[in-house]
């Protein structure tokens, strides 16, 4: 079974738009990660988010996590054609193994 | 040239014979782990392992085997493909459970006839 689960799966969105995708999970965890995937190709980590942590930026990337909700948020800014990709998050609970979601699949339009 | 290399990177194979995928990295990670993943979907654990003696079952291991050759080895085998484990599969590895971000192959896409 999948810990996290994504919304929306699949989002269109113009170039320069922002583009957000939302992930839930359902058990406590360490940290949280999301990985980007273009078609077909190996995952890319893009930025971690640890428990005691709530938001956090990398680049045009940005993360919020509330752990009394068990969600995650990422936020795309000022979106390009190359970000087309599909987008997953993953938690990390005891064990240390890694859960991933479904994912959401972003198109960007130029 | 990449850090973890996965061969081969496409395979077809039939129904009953034994196939292994195979897994490089030059990372020095000492965890790696082996993944599937089905069209439109995520990724779903197989098997990993923290260091060369330690193997651990996934979410999903039954129809599969693994051997840890070396710190920079792993490979994945089918026994007896059937084509449900028609997939694209994925090797990873990270460094330490303080730095737990995971590094992908490029991926093997088998098909099983």
């Known amino acids: 079974s999948q810990q996290g689960e994504e919304d929306p799966q699949a989002l269109s969105i113009q170039e320069g738009e922002n583009a957000t995708m939302n992930c839930s999970y359902k058990?406590?965890?360490?940290?949280l990660q999301w990985y980007r995937q273009n078609s077909g190709r190996g995952l890319v980590h893009l930025i971690l988010?640890?428990?005691?942590?709530r938001e956090k930026h990398s680049g045009r990337l940005r993360v919020t996590l509330d752990t009394s909700k068990k969600s995650s948020s990422l936020l795309i800014t000022a979106s390009r054609a190359a970000d087309t990709a599909s987008y997953f998050c993953a938690t990390e609970a005891a064990g240390n193994k890694l859960t991933f979601g479904g994912g959401t699949r972003v198109l960007v339009k130029p | 040239d990449a850090d973890v290399t996965q061969t081969p990177r496409n395979r077809i194979t039939k129904t009953g014979k034994r196939i292994m995928l195979e897994c490089s990295q030059t990372k020095g990670h000492d965890r790696m782990y082996w993944y599937r993943q089905d069209p439109g979907l995520g990724l779903r654990l197989i098997y990993y392992s923290f260091d060369v003696k330690d193997i651990n079952k996934g979410e999903i291991s039954d129809g599969y085997s693994v051997s840890r050759q070396a710190q920079a080895k792993f490979s994945l085998s089918l026994e007896s493909a059937i084509p449900n484990q028609t997939a694209l599969y994925f090797c990873?590895?990270?460094?330490?459970?303080?730095?737990?971000?995971?590094?992908f192959g490029p991926g093997t896409r088998l098909t099983v006839t």
């Open positions: 988010i640890r428990s005691n942590e």
């Open positions: 990873a590895t990270s460094e330490s459970p303080g730095k737990s971000e995971q590094y």
């Open positions: 058990t406590s965890i360490n940290n």
